[in-house]
């Protein structure tokens, strides 16, 4: 699982390096290539390969009659690469998902239990103080909506 916060910069080359805590992990758990593909809120979802291999059966497993479930096929899988880590540690992200996320140079790489998130920095913190809610609260609408299986 993938958790933690860091702040990272995308050099010029498009290069970005992954935090060595989430190396590892990958490194002992997963297989690769990475994926990297859009994901919500106009961030960036890195997946190791088996994980993403799951994402894909379900993906592929949709009601291709519907237009939406085509729609929502052809947007993740059109801007979803395959990346290694180099020596470094670092991944590039293509031009394509550079622009589609609005990243500039400046990131912050989130765990996010089976992924990691990257997010422009600017845009990372304006979601983060607009969604920004207390944890009872959040705990609340959750319970509201019949989710009452977590603790902390």
Sequence with gaps: MFRGIFHNSID??????IPARFRD?????HQTPLVLTLG????????????WQTIE???????SLNAEVRQFQ??????TDEVDL????RIVISPVLRKEA??????VIVGLLNRIEIWDKQKYESYHTQSSQSLELIGQKLSDK???????
């Design 102 to 107: 609005g990243l500039g140079k400046s990131v």
């Design 12 to 17: 010029e080359k498009g290069r970005v390096s």
């Design 57 to 63: 059966a379900k993906l592929s497993s949709m009601d």
């Design 86 to 89: 180099d020596q470094q540690g």
């Design 146 to 152: 019949g989710i009452q299986d977590i603790a902390f």
């Design 74 to 79: 052809r947007t993740i899988m059109r801007a």
């Design 25 to 29: 992990q990958i490194q002992n758990n």
């Design 40 to 51: 919500f809120d106009q961030c960036l979802f890195l997946y190791p390969s088996d994980t």
